[in-house]
């Protein structure tokens, strides 16, 4: 049973251009959540999601960022027009149905740097 | 607004000692997480601890919950080398904010022979 996948690993955009960063829950898991890691601080809260839904986009910035699950495919998490201020690791986690956040399992993370 | 504060942020200990790593948080919780973090890795999941006086262990880490003291402690017995990682706890507010986590900034333990 594979982990939570996430890619690319590392992204490197210049300023301006967007960045669409990928994470396939684990298997039979529909709860998705993204957090924000910059250096030297804990993970920040972004958004949570189920498939097709967004169900807390409260810790998202409320421009340039945004996130979809749709009902095939992975979630992704989109930053359009980056600035260096975006440069961090974005992590993925994901919980089974039913189990919403009990335990959380998250990716390896996207380590995106905006030049 | 749910402010989660460990210390210390540093740790340097010797292999075979033990110490303990502490985490606040400024209002109620329903459920407390500790995970580590090993250097440009993922979180791995620890401990969840749900409820007041909650105590799990895994092999040389104990965690326990104090809801009322609003305080997580993270017990490391005879450290080892492998244990040098980054300690993050992770608070919750409310079984509808599960999942929805407020993270201290973590605490880097390193542990030498």
């Known amino acids: 049973n594979a982990g939570v996948m996430q890619n690319p690993r590392h992204l490197v955009r210049r300023r301006g251009q967007e960045a669409r960063l990928r994470c396939s829950p684990m298997?039979?898991?529909?709860?998705v959540y993204w957090y924000r890691q910059l250096p030297e601080e804990g993970l920040k809260f972004m958004v949570y999601?189920?498939?097709?839904?967004?169900?807390?986009e409260s810790g998202m910035p409320k421009e340039r960022f945004s996130a979809e699950f749709p009902k095939e495919g992975p979630s992704i998490l989109r930053i359009q027009q980056v600035v260096r201020g975006d440069s961090a690791a974005y992590f993925c986690?994901?919980?089974?149905?039913?189990?919403?956040?009990?335990?959380?399992?998250f990716g390896s993370g996207t380590q995106l740097s905006v030049l | 607004e749910l402010k989660v504060e460990q210390n210390p942020l540093f740790l340097s200990m010797q292999e075979g000692k033990n110490y303990t790593i502490y985490c606040n948080y400024s209002?109620?919780?329903?459920?407390l997480y500790w995970y580590r973090q090993d250097p440009g890795k993922s979180l791995e999941s620890l401990f969840v601890l749900l409820s007041n006086g909650a105590v799990k262990q895994e092999g040389r880490l104990m965690a326990s919950l104090d809801t009322k003291a609003r305080l997580s402690t993270l017990h490391i017995t005879a450290a080892v080398h492998d244990l040098s990682a980054t300690y993050f706890c992770a608070v919750d507010i409310g079984s509808t904010n599960a999942g929805k986590s407020t993270f201290g900034d973590g605490t880097t333990l390193t542990v030498k022979p």
């Open positions: 986690a994901s919980s089974p149905p039913g189990r919403r956040g009990e335990k959380l399992f």
């Open positions: 298997k039979g898991h529909s709860h």
């Open positions: 999601l189920q498939k097709e839904n967004i169900i807390d």
């Open positions: 209002t109620t919780s329903d459920r």
